[in-house]
């Protein structure tokens, strides 16, 4: 990723195809070093590309990912089907855990904030 971003770095700064001498400079001046190997095949697989069409396909392809967020809404909604009759007993499982971690503090003998 350090490699790509020197390369944008340097295309937002002017240069219509970066070399890896410029991709070096910008890793340079901020202290990192760099990999010859990587940094050919980050100008090799962008020469003669477009920086902005890369950036617009790589988003139509990001687009098909699935982020995941359905597994979420589906575990939410089934304790609530279930009925409000468990919701308690968690409540004092929740309380108990809390006591016992507020214990266990003074047994090390000293708190976090004292």
Do not use: C, H
């Not at 990587?38 to 990001?62: D, H, T």
């Amino acid at each position: 990723m350090r490699y790509v971003a020197a390369y944008l770095l340097a295309a937002l700064g002017g240069k219509e195809s970066p070399s890896t001498g410029d991709i070096k400079k910008i890793l340079d001046s901020v202290g990192i070093e760099s990999d010859d190997t990587r940094m050919g095949k980050v100008v090799s697989e962008l020469s003669g590309k477009n920086v902005e069409e890369v950036i617009a396909q790589g988003f139509s392809k990001l687009a098909s990912v699935p982020s995941g967020g359905a597994v979420a809404v589906s575990t939410s909604a089934a304790p609530a089907a279930g009925g409000s009759a468990p919701a308690p007993a968690a409540e004092e499982k929740k309380e108990e855990k809390k006591e016992e971690s507020e214990e266990s503090e003074d047994d090390m003998g000293f708190g976090l904030f004292d």
